[in-house]
């Protein structure tokens, strides 16, 4: 049983693999045709947390597929008490193909898959949010073609985001900078995880934006507070003010892309000019998330049952 509930789950060949089925499929698309490649088959979303992209790119991307989504929010009682996670998981995959989860704690995605029958696609957790990922490199490689070489410059909090665009940075070859104060940066155990699955991975971390983004493809930013850590909000602002994306910081590397996973809160760690800027890919990249998922399900469930 296969899942992706973090990005090295995948190999760079299975990452590949999906691309090409998404590129194909993006192809088709454009051109108004729909392949049916998962007829009948049903993919329940549960969410812990609110979403616009996910859910909806996911919803959208089972019906031109032939199949079908459930919208499953805190009605099921996931996030209470009223059963084990892994009695949830046992029994909810006896009705589906597949479950994307997004949940508050990482633990509780880990905890679902070791009991579903089904495939299990972490749609986001405290940890990581591979999807994402994902469907940013597929948007760098639309527009650098080969990835392998290229930099990514991620500038803010060392979250969830940049967790996830080092290991898919590291995997196909790319470097990845963090330019983050140090209370921000990766902590100890994601350092020494990173060394052990990557061990040739060019991975670094500094203070100084200006020197991160130089020479990048890619300058990404998110936000500087999660869903979750709103008690942490004026804390983390008043640490990370210094790492805003705006033109000056932008000016350092005028070829590269803006990307931004959104939803963006503007005028904190992105400015207008930037995001709404000719650099910016960021609704292309919301786009693609689509595009990637379609590969993604037909890799990961159109060979089961
Ligand atoms: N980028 C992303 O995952 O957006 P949502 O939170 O709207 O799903
Ligand atoms: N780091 C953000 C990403 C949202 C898509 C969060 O976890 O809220």
Redesign the pocket.
């Known amino acids: 049983m296969r899942h992706l509930i973090v990005p090295e789950d995948l190999s760079a060949h299975d990452i590949e693999a999906i691309f090409a089925v998404a590129q194909d499929l993006e192809t088709k698309y454009d051109a108004g045709l729909r392949e049916p490649l998962l007829p009948g088959r049903v993919l329940a979303l549960v969410f812990e947390k609110?979403?616009?992209?996910?859910?909806v790119s996911f919803e959208a991307a089972m019906v031109h597929l032939g199949g079908s989504s459930l919208f499953l929010g805190e009605d099921t009682g996931v996030s209470s008490s009223r059963e084990s996670i892994a009695d949830f998981g046992r029994v909810l995959s006896e009705y589906v193909d597949g479950i994307v989860f997004r949940s508050k704690a990482h633990e509780t995605i880990v905890a679902l898959a070791a009991a579903s029958s089904v495939p299990v696609i972490n749609g986001?957790s405290d940890y990581c949010?591979p999807c994402?990922a994902l469907a940013d490199l597929y948007t760098l490689k639309s527009h650098v073609g080969r990835l392998a070489g290229h930099t990514l410059a991620f500038i803010g909090d060392g979250n969830n985001m940049a967790r996830s665009l080092a290991v898919c940075c590291g995997l196909l070859g790319m470097r990845f900078v963090l330019a983050a104060p140090k209370a921000y940066q990766f902590d100890d155990a994601f350092r020494a995880h990173l060394r052990g699955l990557l061990p040739t991975a060019d991975i670094e971390e500094t203070t100084d934006p200006v020197a991160a983004v130089k020479g990048s493809a890619c300058v990404y930013t998110d936000v500087w507070t999660s869903m979750g850590q709103e008690r942490e909000r004026a804390e983390r602002h008043a640490a990370l003010a210094p790492y805003q994306v705006n033109q000056k910081l932008m000016r350092h590397s005028p070829n590269a892309l803006f990307m931004h996973?959104?939803?963006a809160r503007r005028g904190e760690e992105v400015t207008d000019e930037v995001i709404d800027g000719p650099q910016s890919v960021v609704v292309e990249e919301?786009a693609n998330r689509m595009h990637v998922q379609k590969g993604l399900l037909a890799w990961l469930l159109g060979s089961q049952r």
């Open positions: 609110p979403s616009l992209r996910t859910r986001l949010h994402q996973c959104l939803p919301a």
